[in-house]
């Protein structure tokens, strides 16, 4: 087997165990769990697209991990914020190959505003936009196994904001 076709199958792997980590992450209510599976989860996706040579949604996936720990720890932080936007911008300027890093770049941008900004339902909104973006990203990467699991997180995530709404009915909060 040459070498790309290694890399290919290598990605699709690990795209998979970032599939398990999702999943599992956007079935929980609490968001201390959601946030920590999604620390290693996004290691993985990192690992994917660099091995898809996507770089911008690479280095953007590296750099959620950092996101999620800033955001759990300042949680509202409009400066740590403001400084994770940048070297997302950052990030996107100096591996940008075209339009096809849009989608990367958008759910980087929605993803940290929601993380530290928002709780709950509200920030289970923006990631649910964000998972879109990411559905768009792997598409143009060509990853079968992103593209089903930024699907499933989608779907996930739409379950789990209607599991709270029905609590936040039944018990007035989440």
């Not at 690479?58 to 999620?68: E, N, T, W």
């Not at 958008?106 to 998972?131: D, E, H, K, Q, S």
Request: aromatic share 10%; hydrophobic share 65%.
């Amino acid at each position: 087997m040459d070498e790309p076709s290694l890399r290919w199958l290598a990605g699709q792997g690990v795209s998979f165990i970032a599939l398990a980590l999702c999943v599992i992450a956007f079935a929980s209510k609490r968001d201390d769990r959601l946030f920590v599976l999604l620390l290693f989860a996004n290691v993985a996706f990192a690992a994917q697209f660099a091995l898809f040579q996507s770089w911008v949604a690479a280095g953007i996936s590296a750099l959620i991990v950092l996101r999620i720990a800033l955001a759990r720890r300042f949680p509202g932080n409009l400066a740590v914020m403001l400084m994770m936007l940048i070297a997302i911008l950052a990030i996107a300027a100096l591996t940008w190959s075209g339009p096809r890093d849009m989608p990367a770049l958008a759910a980087g941008l929605l993803g940290t505003y929601g993380m530290f900004m928002l709780r709950g339902i509200p920030m289970r909104v923006i990631l649910a936009a964000a998972a879109l973006c990411w559905i768009a990203s792997n598409l143009l990467a060509g990853s079968i196994g992103g593209l089903l699991a930024e699907s499933l997180i989608f779907v996930t995530n739409a379950i789990t904001i209607r599991r709270l709404r029905r609590d936040v009915l039944l018990c007035g909060s989440y």
